[in-house]
């Protein structure tokens, strides 16, 4: 079965949940949506990605060293891991990414091999979920339909930081703008239960 399309999951990791350093307002509420997803993936045999903020405890976003953020994600701590709820499927990939303390890196493709990964996989299509919306999800939907990749957004497997309140809606009409899809998941699963149905009878 060629695995055209795959699901990639952005950064659910405690630190951006509540409970976390930078946590996303009701940022683990979209985690049983995207389990759902995960599983309609992993039952098709198709990829799952997961992207994982993973800092050196002296990155460079972090306020202590003149950037934005409060401490988050860094490597092998508890806010680093990925949020318990999330059912991470055996098999699935894992791309660390902002892993050089001197760089910032909000895509999953900045500075990792997520392209070439996708690629030799035969992945032209990606539906991208997770947090948060007006960074690193944005960022990886902007590279994702540069490099040549179909994007779908299912709206209600992703949020916002809203560091500006509007921030979120900007960034949905900015992924629109650029050619992503923007959908629901039931609206997606439905369609998608037409694709897996079709690829698996021919
Ligand atoms: C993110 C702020 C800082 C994100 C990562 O995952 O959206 N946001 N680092
Ligand atoms: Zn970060």
Redesign the pocket.
């Known amino acids: 079965m060629r695995k055209e399309i795959a699901l990639i999951v ?2 659910l ?1 405690n630190d ?1 949940c509540p409970g976390g350093s ?1 946590p ?1 307002k009701n940022g683990d509420k979209i985690i049983p949506k995207i389990n759902k997803l995960i599983d309609r993936f992993t039952e098709n045999s198709l990829p799952v990605i997961l ?1 994982r ?1 993973w ?1 050196p405890s002296d990155h460079c ?1 972090f306020i202590r060293n003149g950037g ?2 409060p401490e ?2 860094i490597q092998n701590t508890w806010g680093a891991r990925f949020h318990p709820d999330l059912k991470v499927p055996k098999g699935a990939i894992i791309i660390s990414k ?1 892993t050089q303390a001197e760089k ?1 890196a ?1 895509s999953g493709f900045d500075g990792t091999d997520l392209a070439s990964r996708l690629r030799s996989l035969g992945v032209n299509k990606v539906v991208v979920t ?10 990886t939907v902007l590279d994702a339909l540069n490099l040549g990749f179909q994007v779908i957004l299912p709206k209600d497997c992703t949020k916002g ?1 809203n560091v500006k309140p509007k921030d979120t809606a900007e960034a949905f009409m900015q992924m629109k703008k650029a050619g992503a899809k923007l959908t629901y998941s039931r609206f997606f699963l439905n369609e998608f239960t037409g694709h897996a149905a079709s690829s698996s009878s021919s």
């Open positions: 952005v950064d990791q951006f930078l996303v992207t903020d800092h976003s934005p953020w988050h994600c902002a910032e909000y997770g947090l948060a919306t007006d960074y690193c999800v944005k960022n930081v």
